[in-house]
């Protein structure tokens, strides 16, 4: 399973953002996907998580700003990002788990490669 993710970069604040991850490998419409992202020395967090039913989580500094969804169609999750914030700066990591999990939140089996978004003016 590879995971492919695109769409970082530098946006000013209060502007937005999607990113984008596209899913090879596997039948995309089982899996349960989601995003993490990473700062400089901080432990990942996990920031939004979408189930294969369409059921959204988001952590609570991005929730009614940020979107996970997905299209089957075309094997990609995106993630959509306004308002965004200098502390929204990270790497950002498209995930996925095995058909076997309902939901990111509880297990996580394949990563992507990381894109970075920088929020700065």
């Known amino acids: 399973v590879q995971l492919q993710a695109s769409g970082g970069g530098l946006v000013q604040p209060g502007g937005s953002l999607r990113l984008s991850c596209t899913v090879s490998?596997?039948?995309?419409?089982?899996?349960?996907l989601g995003w993490y992202r990473q700062t400089l020395g901080k432990q990942r967090e996990l920031v939004a998580a979408?189930?294969?039913?369409?059921?959204?989580n988001y952590v609570d500094s991005v929730e009614g700003r940020f979107t996970i969804s997905r299209d089957n169609a075309k094997n990609t999750v995106y993630l959509q990002m306004n308002s965004l914030k200098p502390e929204d700066t990270a790497v950002y990591y498209c995930?996925?788990?095995?058909?076997?999990?309902?939901?990111?939140?509880?297990?996580?089996?394949?990563w992507g490669q990381g894109t970075l978004v920088t929020v700065s003016s």
């Open positions: 979408i189930t294969r039913g369409g059921n959204t």
């Open positions: 490998g596997t039948i995309f419409s089982i899996l349960p």
């Open positions: 995930v996925a788990a095995r058909d076997k999990y309902t939901d990111v939140i509880v297990h996580t089996d394949y």
